[in-house]
């Protein structure tokens, strides 16, 4: 069975977290092209939740009408490397955190059965 690290990206804002998918992508190249030739990567957008919550206007008066609506979008991607070294986990181990986007770093498989 083949190893995936997988690198979940999420946030509020679009921007902050396609800059952080931009940032692994590049340190992900330097590694490439300095240590591990053979280094694959995949980047996913995952698809986006919208949570919507709905307060009424008035406790007393107009039960009926739908009163004030707010939703919240999380944006999702996923970075996915295939067959990683041992030694990756400590170079994404100390990527620049943000309280924009939160980052969950996952390793899946092993190669030992």
Avoid: C
């Amino acid at each position: 069975m083949s190893k995936k690290l997988n690198i979940n990206i999420r946030g509020f804002d679009v921007a902050t977290v396609e800059n952080a998918v931009k940032t692994i992508q590049q340190q992900l190249l330097q590694l490439k092209a300095s240590k591990w030739k053979d280094l694959k990567s995949v980047s996913l957008p995952l698809p986006t939740k919208i949570r919507e919550i709905s307060f009424p206007s008035s406790p007393h008066k107009h039960k009926e009408s739908s009163g004030k609506k707010f939703a919240q979008t999380i944006h999702n991607r996923l970075v996915q490397i295939s067959n990683p070294p041992a030694t990756i986990l400590d170079y994404f181990r100390n990527l620049p955190a943000s309280h924009n986007f939160e980052i969950s770093i996952k390793l899946i498989g092993s190669s030992a059965k």
